[in-house]
């Protein structure tokens, strides 16, 4: 399961006291500069934080950084002081999160206060999380290391929200996938742009695939439904090399199924 989301950079340099009735912060409000320039919207109000939209990204503000002005909430300092800071704290987060992520690593929330998951592994790009309600992938660029540590620009609400609207989404696929598992069936490449074989028979927990160099289990959680229709989660050349290792280690059995352990594709929720 995947969630998308952008890259929060802190911008700590432009505190200043709020007043007693501060500015408004409900998401959507805009907010300005020093010079009455815009912004953008807040996207989210995380506790002591508000997190900004600028020129498509969150930027994550301390709500001491704002006052309250006739056009609405505004920083003290300029749009490019305000983009020049979060240039370099992209740059430091980028060195600090390459300490941070982990495996077992805690993962707060955008305010700080919830832990929403722990680091399971990193895949390139993105971050697998393990999460009570199971594991999602999120693009390594949602990551920032704030004053609590490795943290997310969700907050604890929205990421439930997401994993809900996600698991909702793989208890579809995984419909679909129980539907078009039938002998005969074609299956397909993770990206759709080949056939590996054909559905032979299946069990719950495993499938067997007829492949051009012979028959293969695969395990049933490896399949998912793609644009190209019954898909198991190998490119070709994955799957080329996983039938090559499996034949290996049964070739003292020649009529055995070779029996393959894929990565397991992650749901994916977008």
Known sequence: MALAAGAPAMAQDAAAAAPADGPNFAPGTVVYDS???????????AGDNVVVTLNGNPVTLPKNAFTKTDKGPAITITLAQLTAAV??????NEQALAAALVPGADIHGANGTAVLGKVKLVQGDNVVVTTPTGDVKLAK?????????LATNFTAEQFASAMQQANTAAAADDAAVAAALQPGADVHSLNGTAVLGKVKSFDDQNVVVTAATGDVSL?????????????????????????GQGASESAAAPDATAEVEPATPEKSAN
Do not use: H, K, N, W
Request: net charge negative.
């Open 35 to 45: 010079a009455g320039a815009e912004i953008g919207p807040i996207s989210s109000d």
């Open 87 to 92: 240039g370099q704290a992209a740059a430091a």
């Open 141 to 149: 660029s949602a990551f920032f290391v704030s004053q609590a540590g």
């Open 219 to 243: 395990p049933r959680s490896a399949f998912l439904m793609s644009s190209a229709g019954l898909s198991a989660g190998y490119t070709v050349e994955q799957f080329a090399s996983a039938i």
